[in-house]
């Protein structure tokens, strides 16, 4: 019982009154430091904390051991590194931060000098094979995001190295989700080595105490009249396309059955029969059909669950590469496109969603004055119609988009610099509303709000869990989900509650699978001195910088 009543972490490494106590997390850690564990939390209940204090458990107990912390972006990575620094009791000369932008010859000399790395995934694996890295002294290594070890992702091979070069390896893999598919989570398993899953949710009863509940509700909204003409044409084409595939045999399903995830089946299934076939004619018009079959569809589905200006800037992305696609310049040639554009050209209404967007952030920020919303949106052109709109609408309120760094047409994308300065004025206050796209659901420092609203349902359950990890930080917190009245808004919605709710059981069935790897060694513990731990230096601050 007396445990309970610890505020604070306590440990040699650990600054003194920096990690507030949390039991499940402790109970975690010992596992964790024990055999190669996937942890599974939902966003805001502490994987970072828990990957600090394993590191310090085993920095502390192998003097000469090295730890590595690697996560999929570089604004992740410094993430970690500024967090780890926070907590943890280092020497300048201990820690490296080593990004792509970090040459490869300076890469090579950190990786002897450190000993506390923070890295891309991308990077690790580039010195692993140029011959610059060796992960045989490593103690511990860090997955972050780790649901994406899977396929040729980065996460694969250096896990695989580890395993393979390291007599006594030890991983640990962070995520909010790993899955809904078994063989998804048996996939990520197996990439990392994975010995024992550690898994929690809000309702768990250690975890609850530290949770604070989240109010979810979801808003149907009828589509405009207007958009019947558009989106009876777009029907029309898309599923003459898919009658010829369903005719000439390519479907397996009718028509009126088919959806993207088996359009997409078709395409791969007529890729590997392109290989063998002889007469491959046939086949490369299955495969015009094919693909007009989707982009048709995708057009459809950004009128209903988007709007008028979504679907403007797509086409005008078609008509822009039809010189090079020949499947969008046959779209561009069939005469009912021409009259899809005039229907465009023409006063349609906003999405009736933006309505209820507006109406559902206004009395949010009336009902406090220090509330702060952070809006989701799929596609770039929607945040920034998005921000336009609710900038409009809310006077004297900054509204700002937040985005990727990469460039697309004529939108630009935000620096790392101007991607930090926008958090900073979102958690200064400064920006009221932010609207942001996927960039914004994993795993980055976005401040913890009081509302998050999905302007479309997403069917990931990773991505479901991501975004609604945003609020209930600290304090009570509401999710708001727009839906409208279309098959793919609807579709997406229960595909992803679905999938949240056998996720669970998924993992513990995969969990009874799990093997023990095989180990060449045991470490003999050999712990840092008491004039190593008492180095004055460990407790004057220093900025975290790359190299």
Known sequence: ???????????????????????????IVEEAVRRNT?????????????????AAHLLHRYRRGRVLVMAPTRPLVVQHARSFLASVRLLPSELRVLTGRVDPERRG???????????????????????????????????????????EYAYTLVAQRYLQECPHP????????????????????????????????????????????VEVSWHRVPLPPEYSPLS??????????????????????????????????VGEELRKKLGTAREKGPLFTAMRYQSLSLTLYHALELLESQGPHALRSFLEGVEGKSGER?????????????RLRELLAS??????????????????????GESRVLVFAQYRATASRLVEYLSQGLKGVRVERFVGQSSRARDSGLKQREQLEVLDRFRRGETRVLVGTSIAEEGLDVPSVDMV???????????????????????????VILLSESRFDLASHFSSRRKVKRMQGLVREVERRLQPILRLSVPSPEPMTEEELSDPLRDVPFRVEEG
């Open 326 to 338: 020949r499947t969008y310049s046959l779209l561009l040639r069939d005469p009912r496109y021409a």
């Open 38 to 54: 996937l942890v599974i939390l939902p966003t805001a209940l502490g994987k970072t904390v828990i990957s600090i204090l394993a």
């Open 347 to 368: 006063a349609l209404p906003e999405h009736p969603k933006m309505e209820r967007l507006l109406a559902e952030v206004k009395a949010q920020l009336e009902s406090s």
């Open 170 to 213: 030890l991983l640990l893999g962070l995520t909010a989700s790993p899955g809904s598919s078994p063989e998804r989570i048996e996939a990520v398993c197996r990439a990392l080595g994975i010995e024992h899953v550690e898994y929690r949710t809000e309702l768990d009863e250690d975890v609850s105490p530290y949770v604070h509940p």
């Open 109 to 151: 000399r950190a990786w002897r000098e450190g000993r506390v790395f923070f890295a891309t995934p991308e990077v690790v694996r580039n010195d692993l094979e140029g011959g610059r890295l060796s992960l045989q002294e490593f103690v511990l290594l860090v997955f972050d995001e780790c649901h994406r070890a899977v396929k």
């Open 453 to 479: 609203v999905f302007y479309e349902p997403v069917p990931s359950e990773i991505r479901y869990i991501q975004r609604k990890g945003r609020t209930g930080r600290f304090s009570f917190g509401r999710v």
């Open 1 to 27: 019982m007396q445990e309970d009543l610890k505020e604070f972490f306590e440990h040699p490494l650990l600054r003194p009154k920096t990690l507030r106590y949390r039991r499940y997390q402790e109970e």
């Open 232 to 265: 009876s044409l777009l029907r029309e084409m898309a599923g003459e396309k898919v009658r010829w595939l369903w005719e000439h045999g390519y479907l397996r399903v009718p028509p009126s059955r088919v959806t993207r995830k088996i359009l997409l089946g």
